[in-house]
Structures are given as C-alpha cells and as structure tokens.
C-alpha cells in the first residue's frame, strides 16, 4: 500500500513538473517576443459626402509613436495606407478616397507605428453619391409669376425647397433681346424682376447638397419652364 502511494507522488510531481515547465516555455517565448504594443487610435471621424468620392477628417490620437494610418473598405478588397507627418500628432488629418462609386461603405481604420504595430481598429460608416441621386432631384417650384405693367415689375414668389438647397437659377429674356439669369438663394421667397421682357418663358433649376456636410453640389438635370399671362 505504501508503495502504491509513493507510485501516486511520483506521477505527481512528474506531472506537475511538466505542467509548469510547458507554461514557463510559453511565457519565455511571450517574454522574447516582446509586449503587444498598440498605438494610439483617433477616436473621431467626421465623413464628408461627395460626386463620386469621400473626404475624411480624422481626429488623430496624441500618440507621438503613430507614424500613419491604413484604411479599409469594399470587405478589405480596397484599402489607402499613407504617413501621418509628426507635426499633425493630436490635429486633423485630412483624407480624400477618389473615385468612389456612388453607394454606402463600411469603413475600418488602424493607425500605424514605425516597427508595424497597429491600433484597434476604428470602424465607421460613409456615403457617396453620384448620377442616381442627381437624376431623381427636382427643382424648387414656383408658387406663382405675375408682372405689374404699371411699374414694369415681375414678380416670382417661390415654395420653400424641401432638401438641402444650395440655390436656383431663374433665366429670362431681358427687354433688350438677351438671355440673363439671377441665383435665388433658399430663403429668398420672393423675386423680382425689372427687365424682363413681357411674354417670354421663364427657365429655372435648382442645385442641392445631400446633406449640409457634402463638399460637392448638384444640380437638377433639366431646367423647368414657366409662363407668365401678358399684362392687358
């Protein structure tokens, strides 16, 4: 009986000896390869739509370690790598991803350091546009178009857009026989006109931002026309 148990022990031992030499081996080889090291990751993204492309303004980590950036989309089938001068740490980067087909992206970032390490990754969303979305605007409408005879005045009274409008343009014929046209901004409700030539059509269209951070403008692809009744 006693030498079953000192057989038990000795397994044991043996056991527990190989049990802790494995898990040294492995903290060795952790200890060589030296600590994980990630650098800083800006935690702010503020993406700015456009006609076929994206601008990014990054919000940088104050690390001083972070030496660049690498950028993924399309699932990581497209991605943009470029330096982060020293003299941006803690500022804002400025990025622009063009071309870009009109559609949504799912975006994800790392920063970089010089010996290849990189940061958690920053995940974010982005939109761009493009034909699609410009060929299904239309213009800002007019509510009404009367000229004064007596004080030689026509006058426009426009509905107020329902997007974000940048502005209309509102061609005529002059009294002089020449085509002019004047830019109506989206609080202007009114227009008025003192050489328009009685009896000629008036042309408009309307240019619009997707939203109010987009960096590009478009514009409706028709002008929309309207008569204005001769004065008696």
Not at 75 to 83: V, Y
């Amino acid at each position: 009986m006693m030498a079953i148990k000192h057989k038990i022990t000795g397994l044991l031992v043996l056991l527990f000896a190989s049990v802790s030499c494995t898990d040294w081996d492995d903290f060795k080889k952790y200890q060589a390869g030296g600590e994980i090291v990630y650098p800083g990751r800006g935690d702010t993204v503020l993406v700015a739509s456009g006609r076929n492309r994206t601008e990014l303004l990054w919000v940088l980590s104050a690390d001083p370690r972070v030496t660049g950036y690498k950028l993924y989309w399309n699932n990581r089938a497209d991605s943009l790598e470029a330096a982060v001068p020293s003299d941006l740490i803690g500022d804002t980067v400025r990025i622009m991803i063009n071309p870009l087909q009109e559609g949504s992206y799912n975006f994800e970032m790392y920063s970089l350091d010089a010996k290849g390490n990189r940061s958690v990754p920053l995940r974010f969303n982005g939109r761009t546009f493009g034909a699609n979305y410009e060929n299904g605007l239309l213009n800002r409408t007019i509510s009404n178009a009367s000229y004064d005879s007596t004080r030689k005045v026509l006058q426009v009274s426009w509905n107020t857009p329902d997007t974000v409008n940048i502005h209309t343009e509102l061609k005529y014929i002059a009294t002089d026989s020449k085509s002019k046209s004047v830019l109506v901004g989206p609080d202007v409700q009114e227009s008025k006109i003192t050489d328009w030539k009685p009896g000629t059509i008036l042309n408009y269209r309307s240019s619009f931002k997707p939203d109010r951070k987009a960096i590009d403008v478009f514009t409706v692809t028709r002008y929309d026309t309207m008569s204005v009744r001769k004065p008696e």
